[in-house]
């Protein structure tokens, strides 16, 4: 599957623990990622500066089905059943 463009899910509802430029001490669950635009896309998506956690993720329909919405609601309960 393909990321959906614009989804963001994968940027706002996971814990990332690693530096973030412009977020280093990473970012906490829930928390909008300050390198996601407003068009929710990430803005250093292929730079060496992307986390690695970032990088590795791959969509799945069964984690990101077919609506941002259903992409967020997975990825908040994988965070919470992870803690």
Do not use: W, Y
Request: aromatic share 4%; hydrophobic share 35%.
């Amino acid at each position: 599957m393909e990321c959906r463009l614009g989804c963001g899910a994968c940027c706002i509802a996971p814990s990332i623990t690693s530096a973030i430029p412009g977020m280093p001490h990473g970012k906490p669950a829930g928390v909008r990622c300050i390198q996601l635009n407003d068009d929710n896309l990430c803005d250093i998506f292929g730079s060496p500066e992307r986390p690695a956690v970032c990088s590795a993720f791959i969509a799945e329909h069964s984690i990101c089905g077919d609506s941002n919405e259903f992409a967020l609601q997975q990825l908040i309960e994988l965070e919470d059943i992870t803690r």
